[in-house]
């Protein structure tokens, strides 16, 4: 059974595939620094490494209300971890209580597809595909 985290921030749904889901973080301890590649606004620390907060709404073409995120969701991809703001968790939830459309892969794009639930469209975000476009800043 496939199962999706649900969050939100800044107006946007989005989701994150549950088997690249590391963990939720309610009031994080982030660290803005000097310097930080265009995309990171903060960095945290993770066992013993620094982890980017990346700013989602950039990636997505929306306009970002700054401040600090009420959580923060730790994502694995295959260049390592990242982190995502969210002002809220809206849940695991079981791919079949919704409806999940899936784009076809012609172009690299952060969004892997779409989840209807409850209402709401989320984003299924391609974590791969959103780290490394944060790599190709450097």
């Known amino acids: ?14 989701a994150v595939p549950l088997p690249r889901l590391v963990r ?3 009031q994080p301890r982030c660290f803005p620094l000097p310097r930080l590649p265009r995309g990171v606004d903060a960095v945290l620390v993770e066992n013993e490494r620094l982890v980017p907060l990346l700013n989602l709404p950039m990636f997505m073409d929306i ?3 700054q401040g600090q995120p009420e959580y923060v969701v730790f994502a694995d991809s295959e260049y390592g971890t990242i982190a995502l703001p969210a002002l809220e968790t809206c849940g695991i939830v079981a791919k079949q209580k919704g409806r999940a459309i899936y784009m076809a892969g012609e172009h690299a794009s ?4 779409e989840f209807d639930y409850l209402q709401n469209r989320f ?3 391609d974590i791969d595909c959103l780290t490394m476009r944060l790599t190709q800043a450097f």
């Open 63 to 65: 306009e970002a209300v």
């Open 123 to 125: 984003t299924i975000l």
């Open 24 to 26: 939720i973080v309610q």
């Open 1 to 14: 059974m496939n199962r999706l985290g649900l969050f939100r921030v800044d107006g946007i749904h989005y």
């Open 110 to 113: 952060i969004r892997a597809g």
